[in-house]
C-alpha cells in the first residue's frame, strides 16, 4: 500500500492508496476535519479519545468516498509547523520524482 501526505484539498484527488492529513477535529456529527486550505468531511472514524477542536494525525484510506479514516492520533496544536515541514517535504520529494521519470522517458526516446 503506498502512502501519501495531504492537505484537506490534496486528498480529495487521491483514489489508491493511504494518505496522513494534519487537521483541526472542526465537527464529530458529521466528522469534519479543516486545515489552513480547506475543509473535509469524512465517512467513518475510528472510535478514539478526541473532541472538537483537537489537533490530530488522520490516516485516511482513499480508495473509497466518502473518505474512511483508519486512525486518529491526537497531537499538541504547537505540531502544526511540524506537520507543514513534513507535508512540504513530502510534495519536494514527489515533484523530484516526477522530474527524473519526465527526463528518463525523454532519454529513451
Known sequence: ???YRDD????????VGLSCVFARIASVNPFRIEDSVGSLVLG??????YEVDDYCYFLLET?????????V?????????????QLNQ??????????????WIHLIV
Do not use: W
Not at 484537506?8 to 483514489?15: L, W
Open 1 to 3: 500500500m503506498i502512502l
Open 8 to 15: 484537506c484539498n490534496s486528498v480529495k484527488e487521491r483514489h
Open 44 to 49: 467513518s472514524v475510528e472510535d478514539g479519545i
Open 63 to 71: 480508495s473509497s468516498r466518502p473518505l474512511h479514516c483508519k486512525r
Open 73 to 85: 492520533t491526537v497531537v499538541p496544536a504547537e505540531i502544526e509547523p511540524v506537520a507543514m515541514f
Open 90 to 103: 513530502f510534495r519536494s520529494i514527489q515533484c523530484l520524482k516526477s522530474i527524473s521519470y519526465f527526463i
